[in-house]
């Protein structure tokens, strides 16, 4: 397993580079969205509408942060289930969306638009949202205020934890932990 420190906007050649396993210390800018966000975001490329953001090349964090202590960019960050997302993904990956961050496995329509437009999907370790938060340097609301702590923020993030759960050439740490582990 390799460590990598990588700046968004990734780009083809940062993701190839990543297997399933390796540690990455992720560092500018992260947008945030969970599942009505995502919703809001494919309805309006749906009607041909523009988005809020242009995906090319970020990396989308499935978190909705509790509200910032005095002195704190955020509050607690933990990582949503992403399968929820599942849906939406492959849409946003088709549009040039490079990596996702959150908990949990993926389907199967999102690891086959991951494998055909190249990106990746990172695990933060669930139960260090306030480890996570500490990354986090900067955060502003730039869509969907309504939807609270699910609105989408644009986040500034400096050496945030990740490891490669998913990578864009197959790779699943989620099935080769299990199989590293079991007895046969």
Excluded: W
């Amino acid at each position: 397993m390799a460590e990598y420190r990588l700046a968004t906007p990734l780009s083809d050649e940062d993701v190839k580079k990543l297997k399933a396993g390796d540690t990455v210390f992720l560092s500018g800018i992260v947008y945030t969205g969970r599942d009505a966000a995502h919703k809001r975001l494919v309805e309006l490329t749906k009607k041909g509408e523009p988005l809020p953001v242009d995906f090319k090349g970020q990396v989308i964090y499935y978190v909705g942060p509790a509200p910032a202590k005095p002195g704190q960019a955020i509050g607690s960050a933990g990582p949503t289930t992403s399968y929820r997302m599942d849906p939406y993904a492959p849409a946003l990956i088709e549009m040039g969306l490079k990596g996702m961050i959150g908990k949990g496995p993926r389907g199967e329509n999102v690891v086959e638009a991951m494998k055909k437009h190249c990106a990746v999907y990172l695990a933060a370790t669930g139960g260090a949202a306030a480890l996570i938060a500490k990354s986090v340097t900067k955060s502003e609301v730039i869509a969907y205020e309504d939807l609270g702590a699910e609105a989408i923020r644009k986040m500034e993030v400096k050496d945030m934890p990740l490891i490669v759960a998913q990578d864009c050439h197959g790779g699943n740490q989620f099935a080769d932990g299990v199989k590293q582990y079991s007895k046969t």
